[in-house]
Nanobody, 125 residues
Framework: QVQLVESGGGLVQAGGSLRLSCAAS????????MGWYRQGPAKQRELVAV???????TYADSVKGRFTISRDNAKNTANLQMNSLKLEDTGVYYC???????????????????WGQGTQVTVSS
């Protein structure tokens, strides 16, 4: 069974920092993009940052210069370093990964998006 597990959320004061981690486990053959999305109170889920296998990154305008996404291809992990946090950064942060996974029963490889369960980030004044 394939899983994406996030960690590192919590409560932090405005101006502070947090580091989120995402780890893929299970029958993973390869991972294309890994990304972070967030959903604030009464808001739709939005893209925060994405990184390709080759290391190319894309950021939401609201986090550019404050957040940094990175990944370790050997460990199937991705991190999001969040600095200078603002009140509006509050929300549930989700890891999303485009992965190719094995089915040992069927003898096939399937590619699709996987989502983690989310981790809460709360920024207080």
């Amino acid at each position: 069974q394939v899983q994406l597990v996030e960690s590192g959320g919590g409560l932090v004061q405005a101006g502070g920092s947090l580091r989120l981690s995402c780890a893929a486990s299970g029958s993973v053959k390869s991972i294309n993009t890994m990304g972070w999305y967030r959903q604030g109170p009464a808001k739709q889920r939005e893209l925060v940052a994405v990184i390709t296998r080759g290391g190319s990154t894309t950021y939401a305008d609201s986090v550019k210069g404050r957040f940094t996404i990175s990944r370790d291809n050997a460990k199937n992990t991705a991190n999001l370093q969040m600095n200078s946090l603002k009140l509006e950064d509050t929300g549930v942060y989700y890891c999303k990964s485009d992965m190719a996974t094995y089915s040992y029963v069927l003898g096939t490889v399937t590619s699709r998006d996987y989502w983690g369960q989310g981790t809460q980030v709360t920024v207080s004044s």
